[in-house]
């Protein structure tokens, strides 16, 4: 069974930086696509990110590109999102979720997400 | 980037009643689209991909139809656990968009 476990979020001053984590177990991590996905208090769904299984190649929302960063290590089954320079828009819960192939990326398995709250 | 336009953005039905929501794009996304539920506190779950095909464990009820620009989903027969916040999501080209959800109530 896929298990899937964000952490990293909190409270955090506009500007500042904060890093999440995603915890995968239950399947191949490292066979597989992943993505981010936010959603801001009592709004909608906003795709943020997605990473190759490799790492290869890195894709962002145009509201986070240049100040955000998709990783990932396969040695350790974990999933990154750096977020640098926060502004109060990026106040969401956070979720990682698996792409489960080239033919069909949409996100299949997701976490329970994590909030970031960027305020002062 | 492809704008997805959702609607309604609410909707109130009844148990058994047939309900369809549209989600239109911006440019052709050929069947580049999956439809999600999400509920109250939870993460989406996601309900068809490729437009129409029904993600495995998914009740028949629901089902996806659509290519090129204007995509629908239909529940067939409306069930209580099926009130929710339903989203459409293309991945034809970066970034990947969400429409704006509709929120589907209980009249």
């Known amino acids: 069974q896929a298990q899937l476990v964000e952490s990293g979020g909190g409270v955090v001053q506009p500007g500042r930086s904060l890093r999440l984590s995603c915890a995968v177990s239950g399947y191949s991590f490292s066979s597989y696509g992943m993505h981010w996905v936010r959603q801001a208090p009592g709004k909608g769904l906003e795709w943020v990110a997605l990473?190759?299984?490799?790492?290869?190649?890195?894709y962002y929302a145009d509201s986070v590109k240049g100040r955000f960063t998709i990783s990932r290590d396969n040695s350790k089954n974990t999933l990154f999102l750096q977020m640098n320079n926060l502004r109060a828009e990026d106040t969401a819960v956070y979720y990682c979720a698996r792409r489960p192939s080239v033919v069909t990326p949409l996100p299949d398995y997701w976490g329970r997400g994590t909030l970031v709250t960027v305020s002062s | 980037d492809i704008q997805m336009t959702q609607s309604p953005s609410s909707l109130s039905a009844s148990v058994g009643d047939r309900v369809t929501i549209t989600c239109r794009a911006s440019q052709g996304i050929r069947n580049d689209l999956g439809w999600y539920q999400q509920k109250p506190g939870k993460a989406p779950k996601r309900l068809i991909y490729?437009?129409?095909s029904l993600q495995s464990g998914v009740p028949s009820r629901f089902s996806g139809s659509g290519s090129g620009t204007e995509f629908t989903l239909t529940i067939s027969s409306l069930q209580p656990e099926d009130f929710a916040t339903y989203y459409c999501l293309q991945h034809n080209a970066y970034p990947y968009t969400f429409g704006q959800g509709t929120n589907l109530e209980i009249k």
């Open positions: 490729a437009a129409s």
């Open positions: 990473i190759w299984f490799d790492g290869s190649d890195k």
